[in-house]
């Protein structure tokens, strides 16, 4: 019986195998690329079936000489889930720019901020669009296979993962398609290059489906007009049609048939009644009482919850599961949610659609600080500090992120720190997740415009969240604008950021047939749960400087876009004037503890004492006074201080390691007795009067004959030797000395110290 069954699944493996390579047979027979032009543009390439056939789905995408292998791969049993398991793994790979990772082990290790940042965004384009009951691991991983300097690999990764998935058999409703925005001289250019990207002001990275639904907007700007940036955003989504329209006629050429799966079951009709009886009138009541705040509206709604499933198990003969029934509950109160809202125009805590809740601002809050501020918008609370220190504090970035990026390193960045008593929860701190980095990103960057490029010190604002209730990003921006007037940095202007929310009614869930919506300004944290968008635009009064625009629906028309744009406008002019309040402009004068920056114009031949051996005398000075002295190629040394009385005790410090006898004035040309007080390999170090440096004279200058070593000449410590001086190496400061010329035939008379010093 045993020998049979062994046999039966060898039988089994094997016809799985047939199968497998008959399927990668046939799948290798409809290799096909298309080519998307850009008017005036390089064009994208994509193609498939050469790669990685064993997956699901998998596409290259190619533009210029940067090109991406994206590949799907979904499982077919489903996993225990209220939502899409989709994970997206986007990998920078310092072999597809010919380098080699700079770390000990040589090898890629975890992943990069930029990693994380591109894998989120290629994520929020590709989520949208799966089936609502579609609960299956799926796996989306972007390998890069070259890059050029030229052209950026993450809207090629969004465009081959939307290929790969339409190529396969998962079910997705895409495909979508992705460009990068630039605005240059006033003109919109599609996908710039890194060098045209350098002098844009605009970055924005535009994902839509077919009818020019808009499904992901993300990107930073230098303070935009909104007529340039609503224009850029329809720019880019008519050339999203195009790559659409090429991944349809490839998908229609060799794509698989969507496979079908197992969905739950539909709970009866009855059950979903009986809830809907119990629930609807108390939900009602919980969503219309506006005295209610976050943690005793949720704990109501949680009461509701707890009644309701009790009843029903109590009353039925056989109730479904737990699981289901808590389904149930959950459709139910996102419908009256969203109904109280088209019914009242009034949200849950009373407000009206357009009106945002209550602000309150503090700063200076630590004196020992550099900079710091509470912002406060309703139950959102978030306390900014700024540190300021020296430049070489400034963060670096790996070799293959400056090729990609062009970005060498930061002297502004923020950090944003998101601890779980924020929400009343118990959980784990420790190394940021990627939820944290992608909301500092964006608070970053709608703060990066207004900080001066220029600035004499590195910036690193840090922003902790205390209460969350919606937009703690946004909330991000308005505190790190506040701390950073406080600290005294000279930003261009006030920036506040706000985030708006969407709820729609369509016809059979089809946002292509959207009958009425609501645009929410400043949403709550509900809000955002059970609504459709989370919009979140910063900026000042005169612009656009960041956006993330996450879609929880297949695409939403233009029209709504540019709608919440103009929302978004209006609230953040609201929020400026608020603030404008507590600070308006950058602190004057600056604070007791303000850091202190000079330069040190050392002579050459100096330097040397100043930093010791080993670097003792610069140790010894920050040790002793907390003030850095940093060599600099151009200005001699960059001495930073945290403040001004450091300041001072390094500038004594400086000043006695450099206080000397005074030095005689040696005569270019001349001759002197020189003393040896060391023998080296490479010659002898000598000195010309008692108080000086050694200075070496090389091998190649002790004789006309080609020594090795300064013995062959039978040199000793002590013995006095006649040189010629040559004045000092404008480069290093070194003497330079020689003894070869003295053995010409003709030599003018020698000198010793005492004549010259007698002079």
């Given at each position: 019986m045993a020998m049979f069954t062994l046999y039966f699944f060898k039988l089994r493996n094997l016809h799985r195998n047939i199968d497998c390579f008959r399927s990668i047979r046939n799948y290798s027979n409809k290799l096909s690329s298309v080519d998307v032009e850009f008017s005036g543009r390089a064009s994208l390439k994509i193609s498939t079936g050469k790669y990685a056939r064993f997956t699901d789905g998998c596409a290259v995408a190619q533009l210029g000489d940067t090109s991406v292998l994206v590949t799907a791969v979904s499982k077919t049993k489903p996993t225990p889930s209220s939502f899409l398991p989709l994970v997206v793994d986007y990998r920078q790979k310092a072999a597809a720019a010919g380098r080699i990772p700079t770390n000990f082990l040589r090898r890629e290790l975890g992943p990069s901020e930029q990693e994380v940042l591109t894998s989120r965004l290629i994520d929020r384009s590709l989520r949208p669009l799966f089936p609502k009951n579609y609960m299956f691991d799926t796996q989306i991983m972007?390998?890069?296979?070259?890059?050029?300097?030229?052209?950026?690999?993450?809207?090629?990764?969004?465009?081959?993962?939307?290929?790969?998935?339409?190529?396969?058999?998962?079910?997705?409703?895409?495909?979508?398609?992705?460009?990068?925005?630039?605005?240059?001289?006033?003109?919109?250019?599609?996908?710039?290059?890194?060098?045209?990207?350098?002098?844009?002001?605009?970055?924005?990275?535009?994902?839509?489906?077919?009818?020019?639904?808009?499904?992901?907007?993300?990107?930073?700007?230098?303070?935009?007009?909104?007529?340039?940036?609503?224009?850029?955003?329809?720019?880019?989504?008519?050339?999203?049609?195009?790559?659409?329209?090429t991944i349809f006629q490839l998908q229609n050429s060799c794509g698989k048939p969507k496979r079908t799966y197992e969905t739950k079951s539909e709970p009866d009709k009855s059950v979903v009644e009986s809830v809907r009886a119990l629930s609807e009138m108390r939900l009602r009541?919980?969503?219309?009482?506006?005295?209610?705040?976050?943690?005793?509206?949720?704990?109501?709604?949680?009461?509701?919850?707890?009644?309701?499933?009790?009843?029903?198990?109590?009353?039925?003969?056989?109730?479904?599961?737990?699981?289901?029934?808590?389904?149930?509950?959950?459709?139910?109160?996102?419908?009256?949610?969203?109904?109280?809202?088209?019914?009242?125009?009034?949200?849950?805590?009373?407000?009206?659609?357009?009106?945002?809740?209550?602000?309150?601002?503090?700063?200076?809050?630590?004196?020992?600080?550099?900079?710091?501020?509470?912002?406060?918008?309703?139950?959102?609370?978030?306390?900014?500090?700024?540190?300021?220190?020296?430049?070489?504090?400034?963060?670096?970035?790996?070799?293959?992120?400056?090729?990609?990026?062009?970005?060498?390193?930061?002297?502004?960045?923020?950090?944003?720190?998101?601890?779980?008593?924020?929400?009343?929860?118990?959980?784990?701190?420790?190394?940021?997740?990627?939820?944290?980095?992608?909301?500092?990103?964006?608070?970053?960057?709608?703060?990066?415009?207004?900080?001066?490029?220029?600035?004499?010190?590195?910036?690193?604002?840090?922003?902790?969240?205390?209460?969350?209730?919606?937009?703690?990003?946004?909330?991000?921006?308005?505190?790190?604008?506040?701390?950073?007037?406080?600290?005294?940095?000279?930003?261009?202007?006030?920036?506040?950021?706000?985030?708006?929310?969407?709820?729609?009614?369509?016809?059979?869930?089809?946002?292509?047939?959207?009958?009425?919506?609501?645009i929410l300004t400043d949403i709550l944290g509900i809000e955002d749960y059970m609504g459709d968008m989370d919009f979140k635009m910063a900026g000042t009064k005169k612009g656009i400087s960041a956006i993330q625009v996450d879609v929880k629906v297949p695409g939403l028309p233009l029209k709504v876009i540019m709608e919440a744009v103009q929302a978004a406008t209006d609230a953040k002019s609201k929020i400026i004037d608020i603030m404008n309040k507590t600070i308006s402009k950058p602190r004057q004068p600056r604070k007791s503890n303000w850091p202190v920056s000079v330069t040190l114009d050392v002579p050459v031949h100096k330097r040397g004492k100043l930093i010791g051996p080993g670097g003792n005398n610069l140790k010894k000075i920050m040790l002793e006074t907390g003030a850095q002295v940093i060599p600099d190629e151009e200005a001699g040394f960059r001495v930073f201080a945290p403040n001004q009385e450091a300041m001072d005790e390094a500038q004594e410090m400086i000043n006695s390691l450099l206080k000397s006898e005074q030095e005689p004035q040696l005569e270019f040309g001349a001759i002197y007795t020189a003393k040896v007080v060391e023998l080296r390999e490479i010659g002898v170090m000598v000195t010309l009067y008692p108080t000086m440096v050694p200075a070496l004279l090389h091998n190649s200058q002790l004789d006309q004959r080609k020594i090795n070593h300064p013995s062959a000449l039978g040199l000793e410590v002590g013995q006095e030797i006649q040189v010629k001086y040559f004045g000092r190496d404008p480069v290093s400061g070194l003497m330079r000395l020689s003894r070869k010329v003295l053995q010409s035939p003709t030599s003018p008379g020698i000198k010793n110290f005492q004549e010259t010093s007698n002079r």
């Open positions: 972007c390998n890069l296979l070259a890059v050029d300097s030229m052209h950026h690999a993450d809207v090629l990764s969004i465009n081959a993962a939307s290929a790969a998935l339409s190529l396969s058999d998962i079910p997705w409703n895409g495909p979508v398609g992705a460009v990068r925005v630039g605005l240059c001289d006033n003109e919109v250019v599609i996908n710039p290059t890194r060098r045209e990207q350098a002098s844009s002001d605009l970055n924005l990275v535009v994902s839509a489906t077919s009818q020019s639904l808009v499904v992901m907007l993300e990107g930073s700007a230098n303070n935009v007009y909104q007529q340039d940036f609503l224009k850029a955003i329809k720019a880019g989504v008519k050339e999203c049609q195009k790559i659409v329209q009541e919980v969503f219309q009482d506006y005295e209610h705040d976050k943690l005793s509206r949720d704990e109501a709604v949680r009461n509701i919850h707890n009644d309701v499933l009790e009843k029903i198990r109590l009353g039925m003969e056989a109730p479904p599961d737990q699981e289901t029934l808590s389904r149930i509950f959950g459709n139910n109160a996102r419908e009256t949610f969203r109904d109280l809202i088209f019914e009242n125009n009034k949200r849950c805590d009373g407000r009206a659609l357009d009106q945002l809740r209550a602000i309150s601002c503090e700063v200076d809050l630590y004196k020992p600080l550099h900079g710091s501020a509470l912002f406060q918008r309703g139950q959102t609370q978030v306390l900014c500090t700024v540190a300021l220190d020296s430049l070489e504090s400034a963060v670096k970035s790996d070799p293959v992120s400056v090729l990609l990026s062009g970005i060498k390193e930061k002297n502004f960045f923020l950090h944003y720190e998101f601890p779980p008593y924020a929400t009343n929860e118990v959980g784990r701190s420790g190394p940021f997740q990627r939820r944290e980095l992608g909301h500092g990103a964006l608070a970053e960057r709608g703060l990066r415009s207004v900080v001066p490029t220029d600035f004499p010190f590195t910036i690193r604002l840090t922003s902790e969240v205390l209460e969350s209730n919606g937009s703690s990003s946004m909330a991000s921006v308005c505190g790190g604008s506040l701390a950073l007037m406080d600290a005294g940095v000279d930003i261009s202007a006030p920036a506040a950021g706000v985030a708006i929310g969407l709820v729609t009614r369509c016809e059979n869930d089809d946002t292509k047939h959207l009958t009425d919506y609501r």
